[in-house]
């Protein structure tokens, strides 16, 4: 299996989420973020919820 990163997340009125790549888009009752070290700037709205942990 490969790994496909998410471009976008959509909230869906009716419930659930929208996840979008470069391959395709899903429906999803619920999503997870991992991040690491280095976030980009897929999702801005979590890289403001991160707290730096050492």
């Given at each position: 299996?490969?790994?496909?990163?998410?471009?976008?997340?959509?909230h869906?009125?009716?419930?659930?989420?929208?996840?979008?790549?470069?391959?395709?888009?899903?429906?999803?009752?619920?999503?997870?973020?991992?991040?690491?070290?280095?976030?980009?700037?897929?999702?801005?709205w979590?890289?403001?919820?991160?707290?730096?942990?050492?």
């Open positions: 299996m490969s790994a496909t990163a998410a471009v976008a997340l959509h869906v009125p009716t419930g659930g989420f929208l996840v979008e790549s470069l391959h395709g888009a899903i429906r999803a009752k619920q999503v997870m973020a991992a991040t690491d070290a280095y976030s980009d700037k897929a999702m801005p979590f890289r403001e919820r991160l707290t730096q942990r050492r």
